[in-house]
């Protein structure tokens, strides 16, 4: 069974302190390892997908990675409006995503 | 507009009742989903359909039932609505000729039974 588990719960930032959020996982045959946004009352927006191990997207202040049992999405100087609930998933073959419990980060001006 | 549009946005019944949640899309994906996000449990999924002749059970089928009604529509059902599916269910779109299964997502319906 395809398992995703996502560290921390919530964080909580100052604009400007970077930290990672974790994403673990257990999954037979990745395809893809996939990160989400969602703001409150609407629903994920896709950020990235990674391939492989050793595999790195950015966007803006956003750096996917990826090894062969965890993905971090790190944020580099974090704003205000990066405060977000970040979801991770994972595919498996030509099944359907599994994802994490998400992780809730607020950044304080 | 919308590529996925869910409506009704917000829904309150009462224990028993018969509702429906419907989902439509501009996208041209032929893949469709229904998903329940609880507080605590993440996304779990309900149904998916990769055609219009093709629906499979998710994760959290039991009590609840889907239509696709043409390559844009989807809906899903609730037969006799319990408290405990209280919770934001989304819809969502893949596009099957797509490499893996990056999924687009509606703004959810909010449904509360009481």
Not at chain 2, 2 to 21: C, E, F, H, S, Y
């Amino acid at each position: 069974e395809d398992q995703v588990t996502q560290s921390p719960e919530a964080l909580r930032l100052q604009e400007g302190e970077s930290s990672s959020l974790n994403c673990s996982y257990t999954v037979s045959g990745l395809r893809g390892l996939f990160w989400y946004r969602q703001d409150p009352g609407k629903g994920p927006e896709f950020l990235f997908t990674l391939y492989s191990a050793g595999e790195e997207k950015e966007k803006e202040r956003l750096k996917a990675t990826l090894t062969k049992k965890e993905s971090f999405l790190h944020i580099t100087a974090p704003k205000p409006e990066d405060s977000a609930t970040y979801l991770c998933a994972v595919q498996a073959g030509y099944s359907t995503l599994t994802f994490g419990k998400g992780t809730m980060l607020l950044v304080s001006p | 507009d919308a590529d996925v549009t869910q409506t009704p946005r917000n829904r309150i019944t009462k224990t028993g009742k018969r509702i429906m949640l419907e989902c439509s899309q501009t996208k041209g994906h032929d893949r469709m989903y229904w998903y329940r996000q609880d507080p605590g449990l993440g996304l779990r999924l309900i149904y998916y359909s990769f055609d219009v002749k093709d629906i499979n059970k998710g994760e959290i089928s039991d009590g609840y039932s889907v239509s696709r009604q043409a390559q844009a529509k989807f809906s899903l059902s609730l037969e006799s609505a319990i408290p405990n599916q209280t919770a934001l269910y989304f819809c969502a779109t893949s596009d099957l000729g797509a490499t893996n299964e990056k999924l687009f997502f509606g703004s959810g319906t909010q449904l509360s039974v009481l």
